[in-house]
T-cell receptor, first 115, second 114 residues
Framework: NAGVMQNPRHLVRRRGQEARLRCSPM?????VYWYRQLPEEGLKFMVY????????ESGMPKERFSAEFPKEGPSILRIQQVVRGDSAAYFC?????????????FGPGTRLTVL | GDSVTQMEGPVTLSEEAFLTINCTYT??????LFWYVQYPGEGLQLLLK?????DKGSNKGFEATYRKETTSFHLEKGSVQVSDSAVYFC?????????????FGKGTLLTVNP
């Protein structure tokens, strides 16, 4: 009965490197959200994915950020050429269904530090 | 756009004290309202919710009432425990297109001392 799993829990990168954050949703959940929490801020929506589809990416920065949720395997949030301003906690949440409200279950987050 | 403003922390209370964490919102349409709690090192957990005006959400001794006239959803508990120490997030949820989106406040850190 595992919950949402994220790895790594902590990630340190130097400026210009790539960061790959993984999220395994709860069993039976086919919808995944990614949120970013900057220091002293609330969680901000980034992207919403269903298996093999991006449903809403209106919260994603236009450059360097991408997300996928393949048919098999975890969802991946990829940040290319990281900068110090990318340092934040990145949370993944999963839910069962689509448009109507279903509770989102959150993972423990990945804390990214860019040196 | 949608936004949530909640009481800034940190809030420090003694055990058995009364807790209020204020939350107000701005939204188009008729959002649902939520309180999430985040214990150290863990992800956010849904604490309670209310889906329409005058609804009261409650769980584990916590309560919040959806007040449309004041656009508020204040969290209250009559007698806090040390185990309630956590960060509390107020959030609103709205449907838009094919997405149901949550908008969060900044969070309020609560510390309860024995």
């Amino acid at each position: 009965n595992a919950g949402v799993m994220q790895n790594p829990r902590h990630l340190v990168r130097r400026r210009g490197q790539e960061a790959r954050l993984r999220c395994s949703p709860m069993k039976g959940h086919s919808h995944v959200y990614w949120y970013r929490q900057l220091p002293e801020e609330g969680l901000k929506f980034m992207v919403y994915l269903q298996k093999e589809n991006i449903i809403d990416e209106s919260g994603m920065p236009k450059e360097r950020f991408s997300a996928e949720f393949p048919k098999e395997g975890p969802s991946i949030l990829r940040i290319q050429q990281v900068v110090r301003g990318d340092s934040a906690a990145y949370f993944c949440a999963s839910k069962q269904g689509g448009q109507n409200y279903n509770e989102q279950f959150f993972g423990p987050g990945t804390r990214l530090t860019v040196l | 756009g949608d936004s949530v403003t909640q009481m800034e922390g940190p809030v420090t209370l003694s055990e058995e004290a009364f807790l209020t964490i204020n939350c107000t919102y701005t939204a188009t349409g008729y959002p649902s309202l939520f309180w999430y709690v985040q214990y150290p090192g863990e992800g956010l957990q849904l604490l309670l919710k209310a889906t329409k005006a005058d609804d009261k959400g409650s769980n584990k001794g916590f309560e919040a009432t959806y007040r449309k006239e004041t656009t508020s959803f204040h969290l209250e508990k009559g007698s806090v425990q040390v185990s309630d120490s956590a960060v509390y997030f107020c959030a609103l949820g709205t449907s838009g297109g094919s997405n149901y989106k949550l908008t969060f406040g900044k969070g309020t850190l609560l510390t309860v001392n024995p």
